[in-house]
């Protein structure tokens, strides 16, 4: 039976780094605001941070998205008290604006802080 040479330790894997150091127990994360935590929503929200208001035309085109998929998520948040809607007409036009408020603002602030954290929690990691 033939033996196998020794292995080469200069090619060995690092040995697993330290972990004791480390916390016992896991990292709690932020529970973010599934509301304003969706794409679309989260683009109108931050869009509003932003503007003063915005018509549903400047927040359709900045979104690159749908008449149906905006008002279907600025609906959402109007429910949540997030946003406001103000409907008129300009001539015959209708028209659409929307703006943040002082709810949608908090909640907004909130979920970047939350967002904050967990990018430290994971960086720290």
Do not use: W
Request: hydrophobic share 35%.
């Amino acid at each position: 039976m033939a033996r196998s040479a020794p292995k080469d330790r200069a090619h060995a894997p690092d040995p697993k780094p330290d972990r004791s150091s480390r916390p016992t127990r896991p990292a709690e994360l932020p529970q973010l605001d599934r509301l304003i935590h969706e794409r679309l929503r989260l683009g109108i929200v931050s869009a509003l941070a932003i503007n003063d208001s915005l018509s549903f035309n400047d927040l359709k085109r900045l979104l690159k998205t749908t008449d149906g998929n905006l008002s279907v998520h600025a609906r959402k948040l109007e429910e949540a008290d997030y946003i406001g809607c103000t409907k008129f007409f300009e001539g015959r036009i209708p028209r659409t604006e929307y703006r943040l408020t002082a709810a949608g603002r908090k909640a907004l602030e909130e979920y970047l802080n939350q967002m904050e954290h967990l990018i430290r929690v994971t960086r720290e990691e």
